[in-house]
């Protein structure tokens, strides 16, 4: 991996983009055996969560009600992602990506409600580094603790 560490640092900024946590806390015991830089690995699922869900947000703003009329198996999850937005709205822009079955499609349900692009890009940005954080930083600290739990196949 020490090798291919940049390579692994575009596909941890492409990965996060979609999805990521598992990813992100093995990629954090990468961290802790030296394999990988922390705050490097920090910085691109940073940048990844944050222009994935950029990217949705867009597509939401552009797009979401026609797309949403086509694909009709969409609108029971955009739906619980706006009433989550209505019932707790920065609470949700900040947290919405550590909620199980709403992350995806959620940045998508914001760029179609009324939040504005910058509102929803400054919390976005700051959620996505507490995210990172989090996932990256569990991955790290609790390297030892993988270690001893798989013994020479954590290697």
Known sequence: MQANGDIFYVI???????EGETFV??????AHLGLLSLPVLIACAWLGSFCGDQVYFF??????????RKFPKWE???????DLLHRYN???ILSFRFIYGV???SSFAIGMSGVS?????VLNFIAAGVWAT???????LFGAAFKDMLGDYAL
């Open 25 to 30: 806390i093995f990629a954090g015991y990468a």
């Open 90 to 92: 920065t609470g949700f």
């Open 12 to 18: 941890t900024f492409l990965w996060t983009a979609v």
């Open 134 to 140: 989090s996932f990256a930083g569990t991955g790290y």
């Open 117 to 121: 692009w910058l509102r929803f890009s």
């Open 59 to 68: 597509l939401g703003r552009r797009y979401g009600h026609s797309l949403v």
């Open 76 to 82: 029971s999850r955009v739906a619980r992602a706006m």
């Open 103 to 105: 992350r995806n499609v």
